[in-house]
């Protein structure tokens, strides 16, 4: 576990929440969130750290985006209500207004800068996946990965941004002591792409002296 990460335990988020209903609208999409929440579980791309786990999904929705609730504890057990859409994003006042039982994950608004930055993304995953952070100059020469330049605070307005920025027109990026985001297409596109770079990290662990 890196330094930030051990500092973000305990920490829900940053911003101000907003309650607008207490569930959120459910979409063809929500059941394939569901289903990729539970291969993150089973593959360990969102461990647990500090009681909860780590890591968030999101599609994106007629009014915002669907994301996964703050400090859950097993994303694979969630069911749809426990999830919660974004419908408002105030960078002004830090706020985000939403609908759900809970508050949206803490790195809401790096999702929401994505999608604002990027009209082709349909669906955005970050996970803390430790093999693939490991691996990751290997990965990232083979696959051709983006990273963040440095390392930044979860949740706060200079992560979103700076993280976006450095996300660019690619699908997959590193952050710097904070996992991966691999975005795409739809629900099932993000997905595969954040599974074929687990597994491509997973074989270079098992191949000694793996380029």
Known sequence: MSSQENRECGIRFRFHPVQRDQYPNRYPSTERLLHWCAVFDREGMAPLEGGASSGNLSF????????????SRWKGHLAWKNLVEVVRADWSDYALHFLGE???????????????DRP?????????DEIVLQHAAN?????????????????????????????????????????????????????????????????????????
Do not use: Q
């Open 60 to 71: 994106r929705t007629p009014s915002g985006f669907v994301i996964t609730p703050t400090r």
């Open 102 to 116: 809970t508050p949206p994950s803490s790195d809401s608004f790096l999702h929401e800068k994505i999608y604002v």
């Open 120 to 128: 082709d993304v349909e669906a955005i995953f970050h996970g803390h």
């Open 139 to 211: 990965l990232a020469k083979e696959m051709d990965l983006a990273f963040t330049p440095r390392e930044i605070p979860f949740g706060t307005k200079e992560d979103a941004l700076e993280t976006s920025a450095s996300l660019g027109e690619n699908r997959y990026i590193i952050r710097k002591g904070h996992g991966f985001v691999s975005v795409g297409g739809s629900v099932d596109e993000a997905g595969d792409y954040s599974l074929l770079v687990h597994t491509r990290a997973l074989e270079m662990a098992k191949t000694p002296n793996s380029p």
